[in-house]
């Protein structure tokens, strides 16, 4: 369902062009989970990104469901996110101003959703929030900020699911509940998950595993 | 010493940033704004000044009944006036058999110092400009002596024991607007005076010494004046001649002060938000700082200075954008303007720093002590904002900074109280009535589409930034549609005060046989006749059967004018035109009852009921006041002092006295007239009708200039505004964007958010600027408040025509900018 062909992104800096991600190939099948790990700077997050038609990329391909994503207009990426596409980060990104029920209602309404609300009500049951629906960003806890933004992410219904170091602003225990909590309903919707991640753990419960330095694949499974 | 360093270096970061350049925007705005407006509003109304003076033909006039002392005169020499002396006196001018008392101005070479005399050949046709006097053995007359001797150019004519021959005729005159005296003009040498041996111990002279120069020579003068002048020696400014242009002038400079006051505000208003938003953006530096060891009041100091360097650059940079605008704008205007427009002095340089850095600090104290109230934790938990200081302090702090200001610019402590107290009870009424809005649109928003919605939401759920939103966008709105308002009614009351039409002949001395036919003639000639007033000449010789000496002491005369000279008292059954009555009731049956003007009745302490004992001729008559009217002097119409009512005065034998507009190219048929009725005398206003016209049209110039300035430093003060709160409107909209929200979405999201904000801005709008506008017409302006409907449905609509595309101008790089580079940056 994804397929990325030579992948390229350089930017240009007053020290002339400098090269983020090089030559990167990838193919992943719905359900599969990629974990995308390696060093600070190596060009996970800007993956991820352009993965994600949060940028754009210099070079190469990016093919989802067969639509090449580099392809795309602006309003053409945000309206495929808004079909195919969730996102946990790891600073949560929830908006400051909407409760927790509203923050997961959004996606929804920018589907055009009829049930938005009852949609939204039955993913805060599934991450545990019921109770808290009501609550402001500010008002909750790091790790049910998260939960939040996980119930978020599937309230979609995406075919693929982009978590940026997601446990990263999170103790071990949280983290490792979020994490579940994350595979979890991957599964039962049978998305496809990729992951960037510092932690081994976390990378081993994923199906694929990638390795970038420096912006190129230095490791990476047989299936590319 | 460490801590300067490190604010500079803090300075210089954010400059380079570009974190510091919105406030320097604002600044700048606000500092050019007051500064181009302070310089041109000064520079206008010296020059305006300086035109009034062609009606008095000098800068200042002493008057004295006796020759001023030599040296008292080389006092006036050495502030470096130029001095042009003349003396007045009436004395009967004789040609063969027929005598006329006659004004005479005896005038040195110097006359006229400012104006134009223009002397002609005939009568009532335009002559050539002239300088000083005819030469020795000539006098110039005025076409009315001329008429009234029944003779013509290059004739002679007796003044005293000298003959004098005719060799010109006068046009116009600087500095003769002595309407009073009613007697024809003559101009002579001043040096042939002595030669008629006309003025002998004990006659009445009056010594006019006029001055003209420099401003700041004049304002030394003014000053010595105070001082060194005795009780029957007067100095007259080039207003106090004119009450027309006196009203004018005032109105105009009461308009310019407050466009410049506004423009303040608007500024101080961008300068608030986008200080506020600079300490918001520091509280993660502020906390690091605290961390690595800085304490509190290091903070507080740091960022203190960081600010007072921007204050101090941006309003320098302000001062001379300001300086330069007002140049372009005064060298754009110059046809309009006056022709001699004084140089711009440097005091707007002083009021430019002394605003810039007390508004910076009045508007961002409370956000530094905010600054310095941030937890090193805040290091570690993002969301650990520092509690707002109290509401009071930032009240108290603002309103201090601005009245300081308001008081440095305007000097008039009433003055900034009222508009402080009447902006704090506004803001405090429209806050209260926005809440309601808000509540009213939480009921209403539940049932539309998702981006009014969200937008709708938005604003609910920030109510308080909403609230200062809808305050910043109001005040802005406020403030230009209250300029337009003031503007709108300044002008046309000066067009309803001098309407193209306004008589510019007075008719003097018509027998009463002769009123019907005076009548006639005027219509065969198409001209509108104006009303015809009866005049009989008295003095007031007692108030409640006192003689005024005893009531007023022997310098009664000091009292009022109406106490040093004869009255032109006249009789009607109608109220005149330009006179409503104060108290009393102009129908009385008391046959002996009179109507007095209320200044006259304020100077003299007269009440309704009080009587009054006129001389006229060797006989005596009283009347009693029943009415009190308020006259309008600048209606260029017959006024009177006092009104009888009909059938006291007719067996005093009255002339009659009438006004009329003639146009420039009828004015022959004067000569017609006083062929016809021997007897009149006419004095010809229109010359001066013209320059008073002339100095209105530059005011309103003005006025239209500073409105355009006002309007368009509101436009850039709505954009700074809506980019203060561009960072959280840029989060959102990454957020929306990566959740898959469409351009148009967002777009929606802000424009029904920005719409909503504009229709409560714009009705509080209209809801300030109807209330500050009737203030201002009631005490400020002096003329009639009224309400315009039209303002309650356009305001709403200007509001979001502005609001709407600035807001939208304001986030428009949200659009095109990747949505991950937005999420990164929080």
Same mark, same amino acid.
């Given at each position: 369902m994804l397929t990325v062909s030579q992948l390229c992104k350089t930017v240009t800096t007053t020290n002339g062009k400098l090269t983020i991600l090089d030559d990167i190939n990838l193919n992943l099948k719905q359900g599969e989970s990629l974990a995308v790990s390696g060093p600070s700077g190596s060009g996970k997050s800007t993956l991820l990104s352009l993965l994600a038609g949060l940028d754009t990329a210099t070079s190469g391909s990016i093919l989802i469901h067969n639509t090449d994503i580099t392809h795309l207009s602006e309003d053409g990426r945000a309206e495929f996110r808004a079909r195919h596409v969730g996102f946990v980060f790891q600073s949560f990104h929830l908006l400051p101003t909407l409760t927790a029920l509203e923050n997961v209602v959004l996606p929804l309404e920018l589907k055009g959703s009829t049930d938005a609300i009852e949609q939204a009500n039955k993913l805060l049951f599934e991450v545990g929030l019921s109770a808290r629906s009501d609550h402001y960003p500010n008002q909750l806890s790091g790790g049910e900020q998260q939960r939040v933004a996980i119930a978020r992410s599937f309230a979609s219904n995406p075919d693929l699911l982009f978590a940026d170091e997601p446990t990263g602003n999170l103790d071990t225990k949280t983290g490792k509940q979020i994490i579940d909590l994350l595979f979890d309903l991957n599964s039962k919707q049978n998305t496809t998950l990729i992951l960037v991640t510092h932690d081994n753990n976390l990378a081993d419960r994923c199906s694929r595993n990638m390795q970038l330095d420096s912006g190129r694949c230095i490791n990476q499974d047989s299936y590319a | 010493m460490p801590d300067f360093k490190i604010a500079l270096r803090l300075?210089?970061?954010?400059?380079?940033?570009?974190?510091?350049?919105?406030?320097?925007?604002?600044?700048?705005?606000?500092?050019?704004?007051?500064?181009?407006?302070?310089?041109?509003?000064?520079?206008?109304?010296?020059?305006?000044?300086?035109?009034?003076?062609?009606?008095?033909?000098?800068?200042?006039?002493?008057?004295?009944?006796?020759?001023?002392?030599?040296?008292?005169?080389?006092?006036?020499?050495?502030?470096?006036?130029?001095?042009?002396?003349?003396?007045?006196?009436?004395?009967?001018?004789?040609?063969?058999?027929?005598?006329?008392?006659?004004?005479?101005?005896?005038?040195?070479?110097?006359?006229?110092?400012?104006?134009?005399?223009?002397?002609?050949?005939?009568?009532?046709?335009?002559?050539?400009?002239?300088?000083?006097? %005819?030469?020795?053995?000539?006098?110039?007359? =005025?076409?009315?002596?001329?008429?009234?001797?029944?003779?013509?150019?290059?004739?002679?004519?007796?003044?005293?024991?000298?003959?004098?021959?005719?060799?010109?005729?006068?046009?116009?005159?600087?500095?003769?607007?002595?309407?009073?005296?009613?007697?024809?003009?003559?101009?002579?040498?001043?040096?042939?005076?002595?030669?008629?041996?006309?003025?002998?111990?004990?006659?009445?002279?009056?010594?006019?010494?006029?001055?003209?120069?420099?401003?700041?020579?004049?304002?030394?003068?003014?000053?010595?004046?105070?001082?060194?002048?005795?009780?029957?020696?007067?100095?007259?400014?080039?207003?106090?001649?004119?009450?027309?242009?006196?009203?004018?002038?005032?109105?105009?400079?009461?308009?310019?002060?407050?466009?410049?006051?506004?423009? +303040?505000?608007?500024?101080?208003?961008?300068?608030?938000?986008?200080?506020?938003?600079?300490?918001?953006?520091?509280?993660?530096?502020?906390?690091?700082?605290?961390?690595?060891?800085?304490?509190?009041?290091?903070?507080?100091?740091?960022?203190?200075?960081?600010?007072?360097?921007?204050?101090?650059?941006?309003?320098?940079?302000?001062?001379?954008?300001?300086?330069?605008?007002?140049?372009?704008?005064?060298?754009?205007?110059?046809?309009?303007?006056?022709?001699?427009?004084? =140089?711009?002095?440097?005091?707007?340089?002083?009021?430019?720093?002394?605003?810039?850095?007390?508004v910076v600090a009045g508007f961002s104290l409370p956000g530094l002590l905010r600054i310095r109230r941030v937890t090193p934790m805040r290091i570690l938990r993002n969301d650990l904002v520092p509690l %707002?200081?109290?509401?009071?302090?930032?009240?108290?702090?603002?309103?201090?900074?601005?009245?300081?200001?308001?008081?440095?610019?305007?000097?008039?402590?009433?003055?900034?109280?009222?508009?402080?107290?009447?902006?704090?009870?506004?803001?405090?009424?429209?806050?209260?009535?926005?809440?309601?809005?808000?509540?009213?649109?939480?009921?209403?928003?539940?049932?539309?589409?998702? %981006?009014?919605?969200?937008?709708?939401?938005? +604003?609910?759920?920030?109510?308080?930034?909403?609230?200062?939103?809808?305050?910043?966008?109001?005040?802005?709105?406020?403030?230009? +549609?209250?300029?337009?308002?003031?503007?709108?009614?300044?002008?046309?009351?000066?067009?309803?005060? +001098?309407?193209?039409?306004?008589?510019?002949?007075?008719?003097?001395?018509?027998?009463?046989?002769?009123?019907?036919?005076?009548?006639?003639?005027?219509?065969?000639?198409?001209?509108?006749?104006?009303?015809?007033?009866?005049?009989?000449?008295?003095?007031?010789?007692?108030?409640?059967?006192?003689?005024?000496?005893?009531?007023?002491?022997?310098?009664?005369?000091?009292?009022?004018?109406?106490?040093?000279?004869?009255?032109?008292?006249?009789?009607?059954?109608?109220?005149?035109?330009?006179?409503?009555?104060?108290?009393?009731?102009?129908?009385?049956?008391?046959?002996?009852?009179?109507?007095?003007?209320?200044?006259?009745?304020?100077?003299?302490?007269?009440?309704?009921?009080?009587?009054?004992?006129?001389?006229?001729?060797?006989?005596?008559?009283?009347?009693?006041?029943?009415?009190?009217?308020?006259?309008?002097?600048?209606?260029?119409?017959?006024?009177?002092y006092v009104i009888f009512q009909p059938g006291k005065l007719e067996s005093f034998g009255a002339t009659y006295i009438s006004s009329f507009y003639l146009p420039l190219e009828q004015k022959i048929i004067l000569n017609g007239m006083l062929q016809k009725f021997s007897s009149i005398s006419i004095l010809e206003t229109d010359r001066i009708l013209q320059q008073v016209r002339n100095i209105i049209r530059q005011a309103s110039i003005a006025v239209e200039f500073v409105l355009i300035f006002v309007i368009a430093a509101g436009l850039i003060v709505l954009l700074s505004t809506t980019y203060a709160s561009l960072d959280e409107k840029e989060y959102e909209a990454g957020v929306l964007r990566t959740l898959g929200a469409r351009n148009r979405t967002i777009f929606l999201c802000i424009i029904s958010e920005y719409w909503l904000l504009a229709m409560l801005a714009g009705i509080m709008a209209t809801f300030a600027s109807e209330s500050i506008a009737f203030g201002l017409y009631y005490f400020v302006f002096k003329i009639d408040p009224v309400l315009h409907g039209w303002l309650w449905w356009l305001s709403p609509i200007a509001a979001i025509l502005l609001i709407v595309p600035a807001g939208v101008f304001g986030v428009r790089s949200i659009v095109s900018t990747q949505p991950v580079r937005i999420l990164n940056k929080n």
């Open positions: - | 300075f210089a970061r954010d400059w380079r940033s570009g974190e510091l350049r919105i406030l320097m925007v604002s600044l700048l705005i606000a500092i050019s704004g007051l500064t181009t407006i302070a310089v041109i509003v000064d520079r206008v109304d010296r020059g305006m000044s300086k035109e009034t003076s062609q009606i008095l033909g000098a800068d200042r006039v002493i008057r004295s009944p006796r020759p001023i002392l030599d040296a008292t005169l080389k006092e006036i020499s050495a502030l470096g006036l130029n001095r042009s002396d003349s003396i007045r006196f009436r004395t009967m001018v004789i040609a063969g058999n027929e005598f006329q008392l006659a004004s005479v101005r005896a005038v040195d070479l110097s006359y006229p110092l400012a104006g134009e005399l223009r002397i002609s050949d005939t009568p009532f046709v335009q002559g050539k400009p002239a300088k000083g006097a %005819p030469t020795t053995g000539n006098v110039w007359v =005025s076409p009315r002596l001329l008429q009234a001797l029944n003779i013509s150019i290059n004739n002679q004519v007796e003044i005293g024991v000298q003959r004098f021959t005719i060799s010109g005729i006068i046009e116009t005159e600087p500095g003769n607007t002595d309407f009073i005296s009613f007697a024809p003009s003559l101009i002579m040498a001043l040096s042939d005076v002595p030669a008629t041996k006309v003025i002998q111990p004990g006659s009445r002279v009056a010594y006019h010494y006029d001055f003209s120069g420099s401003e700041a020579a004049l304002l030394q003068f003014d000053q010595w004046c105070k001082t060194a002048l005795s009780a029957s020696e007067r100095v007259i400014g080039a207003e106090e001649n004119s009450p027309t242009v006196q009203s004018a002038l005032g109105r105009a400079r009461n308009y310019l002060n407050l466009a410049g006051l506004l423009g +303040l505000l608007l500024g101080s208003v961008a300068i608030a938000i986008v200080s506020n938003r600079y300490v918001r953006r520091h509280f993660d530096h502020a906390a690091l700082l605290r961390c690595i060891g800085m304490k509190q009041n290091h903070i507080l100091y740091i960022y203190s200075l960081v600010l007072l360097f921007a204050a101090l650059i941006g309003t320098t940079l302000g001062i001379i954008l300001g300086y330069f605008l007002q140049q372009t704008a005064i060298t754009a205007l110059a046809d309009w303007l006056p022709e001699k427009i004084p =140089s711009a002095n440097s005091g707007a340089v002083g009021l430019g720093y002394i605003a810039g850095v007390l %707002p200081v109290s509401a009071w302090i930032s009240i108290f702090s603002a309103i201090t900074a601005l009245g300081l200001v308001m008081w440095r610019y305007t000097l008039d402590i009433k003055l900034v109280s009222v508009v402080l107290l009447g902006g704090i009870l506004l803001t405090a009424v429209l806050s209260a009535f926005t809440r309601l809005l808000l509540r009213f649109l939480r009921k209403v928003s539940r049932s539309v589409a998702m %981006p009014v919605r969200f937008g709708t939401g938005h +604003l609910l759920r920030h109510r308080e930034a909403t609230l200062i939103q809808t305050a910043a966008f109001s005040i802005i709105l406020t403030l230009m +549609l209250t300029i337009l308002l003031v503007r709108n009614e300044l002008i046309s009351d000066w067009q309803k005060q +001098l309407p193209p039409e306004t008589p510019n002949h007075f008719v003097i001395n018509l027998p009463p046989a002769d009123t019907q036919a005076f009548r006639e003639f005027l219509l065969t000639h198409s001209i509108t006749p104006g009303e015809i007033y009866p005049m009989v000449r008295g003095r007031i010789v007692e108030i409640n059967d006192k003689s005024v000496a005893q009531v007023f002491g022997e310098h009664y005369g000091q009292q009022h004018n109406s106490l040093r000279r004869e009255l032109n008292l006249t009789w009607s059954t109608t109220l005149p035109k330009s006179n409503q009555i104060l108290q009393g009731g102009w129908q009385t049956s008391n046959k002996n009852g009179i109507s007095i003007e209320q200044e006259m009745a304020d100077s003299l302490n007269l009440q309704l009921n009080d009587t009054l004992t006129f001389n006229i001729g060797s006989l005596t008559t009283k009347g009693t006041i029943t009415s009190i009217r308020k006259v309008e002097w600048d209606s260029f119409e017959p006024n009177f």
